[in-house]
């Protein structure tokens, strides 16, 4: 069965806190990516990786970055955390070429007080 | 960056109604998916649609790809509670072709 998993389901953070989220796949997927999910927003794309130490930015990148040591791996970074980052992080894989299906974690739901 | 608007943003129909949701691009697209998020799930991917016009169905429901490949539906017939939930279309930018970007989503309420 195949899996991304996220290291954390809830996270609360105090503002300026560094927050690190975590996230590997099981499927050797070259592709994988952040998103938030906000009310009436969507799922907005932070940042995505398609290959080991590649990175590009997303629609919203501002406030985060991201680092792909391992192709199984996928770090989100909130450097100094602030309360408009309370939302909910997804983390998601998909294999190389245009139209393959992305593969989603659990989700981890973030407040930042 | 290639983007895809989603609507309506909520819909509640009454058990047995039927349902569409509409995806629009200003862009032409190369393909077209579609995910469901059940209520504390994450989305689950549910189909691709790559030609232009293509209809394809999974039971009760009916995808469809415009000929201008700009503009995709979701039409759930006859819903039961089973389908409440997101549903998100999605697509890969033409420009980075990695880049997989949503819609908003459509929420679907269902009354039994």
């Known amino acids: 069965d195949v899996k991304v998993t996220q290291s954390s389901r809830y996270l609360v953070k105090r503002t300026g806190e560094k927050v690190f989220l975590e996230c590997v796949q099981d499927?050797?997927?070259?592709?994988m990516f952040w998103y938030r999910q906000d009310p009436g927003l969507g799922l907005r794309l932070i940042y995505f990786?398609?290959?080991?130490?590649?990175?590009e930015k997303g629609d919203i990148p501002e406030g985060y970055s991201v680092s792909r040591e391992k192709k199984e791996r996928f770090s989100l970074i909130l450097e100094s955390a602030s309360t408009n980052q309370t939302s909910m992080y997804l983390c998601?894989?998909?294999?190389?070429?245009?139209?393959?299906?992305?593969?989603f974690g659990q989700g981890t739901r973030l407040t930042v007080v | 960056g290639q983007q895809v608007m989603q609507i309506p943003q909520y819909q509640h129909v009454q058990e047995g109604e039927d349902f569409t949701t509409y995806c629009n691009s200003s862009?032409?697209?190369?393909?077209i998916q579609w995910y469901k998020q059940r209520p504390g799930g994450h989305p689950v991917f549910l189909i691709q649609?790559?030609?232009?016009?293509e209809v394809k169905k999974q039971k009760r429901l009916t995808f469809q790809f415009g000929e201008a490949k700009k503009n995709s539906s979701l039409h759930i017939t006859a819903t039961q509670t089973t389908d409440v939930g997101t549903y998100f279309c999605?697509?890969?930018?033409?420009?980075?072709?990695?880049?997989?970007?949503f819609g908003a989503g459509t929420i679907l309420r269902v009354k039994s």
């Open positions: 862009t032409t697209l190369s393909n």
């Open positions: 499927m050797d997927h070259e592709n």
């Open positions: 999605a697509a890969y930018d033409m420009e980075y072709g990695n880049k997989l970007v």
């Open positions: 990786s398609y290959d080991v130490k590649m990175k």
């Open positions: 649609l790559v030609k232009s016009g």
């Open positions: 998601a894989s998909s294999s190389q070429g245009e139209g393959t299906e992305a593969f």
